[in-house]
């Protein structure tokens, strides 16, 4: 099954991922950001752009595509969620 979404680098450490929404609906987009050397702080052996697709999916666990900010910045979300760190890294 793929990803209900795609990603889309925008430059160093940002990407727009543009979400589909249920049944082929509207689409959303949302920019996606992280400081430079999160992934080495947070211990994560990824690209960026394979953070950002873990992120998503993530996310997508506790919340609808509608919803997503138009910003989401990857470090709020690990300031954000207790879990989200063991479930990127699995």
Do not use: C, K, N
């Not at 979400?19 to 690209?47: C, I, K, M, N, Y």
């Not at 910045?73 to 760190?85: C, F, Q, R, T, W």
């Amino acid at each position: 099954m793929s990803d209900p979404f795609e990603i889309e680098a925008q430059g160093e450490s940002e990407f727009v991922v543009r979400l589909r929404g249920d049944g082929g609906g509207e689409q959303t987009e949302s920019w996606f950001r992280l400081s430079p050397g999160l992934r080495e702080e947070l211990g994560l052996a990824v690209d960026d752009e394979e953070l950002v697709r873990r992120t998503v999916r993530f996310l997508l666990g506790h919340q609808e595509a509608a919803d997503f900010p138009d910003i989401v910045e990857i470090e709020d979300v690990v300031a954000g969620y207790p879990d989200y760190l063991d479930a990127v890294r699995g």
